[in-house]
C-alpha cells in the first residue's frame, strides 16, 4: 500500500560507510539517498521546528544571498533529519560562489552580485575575500566534527563548493557578455578563472585538513542541449583547472562528488579521468540515465534524476512507480544514489515528499 502520509522507518542507520561503497560501486545493503538542498518548509514538518534549510540557515548562498547572518544548518538539526530520512551525509555551503567583493558608496565591501562587470576596469574594483570564506568552511567542518563525535553518529560531513564559471556568468557579469568575453577576450576570462581556482584549491585542502568525509564541487556548465561553450574551448579553459580543486581530496584518497545541471556528455570522461567518484544530479531534461549507467557504470557512481516535476507535480502513485524504474536500471551493480534532479524544494507537496523517501527506502533495498 502507498503511504504519503507518515514517513516509514528506515531499515539501516545512516551510515557514511554506506555512501562511500555505493561511491566505489560495492556491495551496500541499500542504495543511499543524497540531496544536495532540502528547502525550509519540508525540514519544519519533519523535526517539528524550524531549522533553515539543508545547505544553509538564515538565507540561501547559492542564490548571491551573503550575510554574516547566514550559517550551515546547526547540526544536531541536520543529524536529527538525517536519521528520520535515512541520508548518510550532511551536506553544507562551503562557499559555492567566489567570494568577489567590491566597495560601495559608503567605503563597505559587498559581494557582486548585480551582474555590472563589463571589463578588467570594472573587475580591477573588484577584491576577492578568499581566507575569510575559507576560515568559515574549516570553522563548520569542525563544528560538525564535533557533533558527530558527542554523538556517535556515523553520518558524512561533505562541504559544497566551487563554482569558477557560474559565479562568473550569474553573478558578475550578464550571460551573453560572458559567453562573449570567452572568445573576444580570453585571457581575461581566464585570469579570473584562474582566481577562483586557486582560491578553491585552497578550500578544497583547508576543509580536507580540518576532516571533511568528502567534497563536493559544483559548476552549472551546461544547458539541457550541452556545454555552455564549445566542447574544445570549454575543456581548454575549465578541466585543467577543476582537476587542481579536485586533486587535494585525491591525493587524501577521499571521495569526490561532482555537480552541473545540463547535459554533460563531453565532459563525463574528462570528469573520470580527473578523479571522480559521484556524479550528481544527471538532469534528466538532458540526461537519458540508463545511457549513462551503460556508457559510465563501470567507471563511476551516480546521483540524483528523479524529476523535481514528477515530484512537484506527480501523484504518489506515480513517484512510487518512477522511483522503482530507477532503482530497476541502477541498482545492478551498485553504483547508484538516488536524489532528486535538483532539490527538494518548498513547492513540493510534503506528501510527495514523503511518498518518495518511502518509495525509495522500500525499493532501494538489496
Known sequence: MINSKFLEPIK???????????????????????????????????????????????????????SDKIRPMFPNDFIDLCNIIGQDAMIFDAG?????????????????????????????????????????????????????????????????????FQTLYEFLFKM??????????????????????????????????????????????????????????????????????FKPALDANIPIIFHSDGKIDEIVNDLIEMGLDCLNPMDPSGIDYADYKNRFGNRLSFCGNVNVDLLSNGTPEEIYADVKKHMDIMKPGYGYIIGSSHSIVNYIPHENVIAYFNAIHEYGLY
Request: charged share 35%; proline share 5%; net charge positive.
Open 12 to 66: 539501516g542507520e545512516p551510515d557514511k560507510e554506506r555512501l562511500f561503497a555505493a561511491f566505489k560501486r560495492k556491495k551496500v545493503d541499500r542504495a543511499p539517498n543524497l540531496e544536495i538542498l532540502i528547502e525550509d518548509k519540508h525540514i519544519e514538518k519533519f523535526l517539528g521546528r524550524y531549522a533553515g534549510n539543508s545547505l544553509a540557515i538564515g538565507g540561501d548562498p547559492a542564490k548571491g544571498e551573503v
Open 96 to 164: 559555492l560562489l567566489t567570494p568577489f567583493y567590491r566597495e560601495d558608496s559608503d567605503g563597505n565591501l559587498m559581494p557582486v552580485l548585480d551582474k555590472s562587470v563589463k571589463n578588467k576596469e570594472d573587475f580591477k574594483k573588484v577584491k576577492l575575500l578568499s581566507d575569510k570564506q575559507i576560515n568559515k568552511a574549516v570553522k563548520f567542518v569542525k563544528e560538525y566534527k564535533e557533533t558527530i563525535a558527542l554523538r556517535k553518529s556515523k553520518i558524512a560531513i561533505i562541504p559544497c563548493y566551487g563554482c569558477i
Open 176 to 245: 551573453n557578455d560572458f559567453m562573449m568575453l570567452c572568445y573576444e577576450d580570453r585571457i581575461f576570462i581566464e585570469e579570473m578563472l584562474e582566481l577562483s581556482t586557486v582560491h578553491y584549491e585552497k578550500m578544497t585542502k583547508a576543509v580536507v585538513e580540518a576532516g571533511a568525509d568528502a567534497v563536493f564541487p559544483a559548476d552549472d556548465v551546461a544547458f539541457r542541449t550541452g556545454l555552455f561553450i564549445p566542447p574544445k574551448l570549454f575543456k581548454e579553459m575549465w578541466v585543467p583547472r577543476m582537476a587542481r580543486i
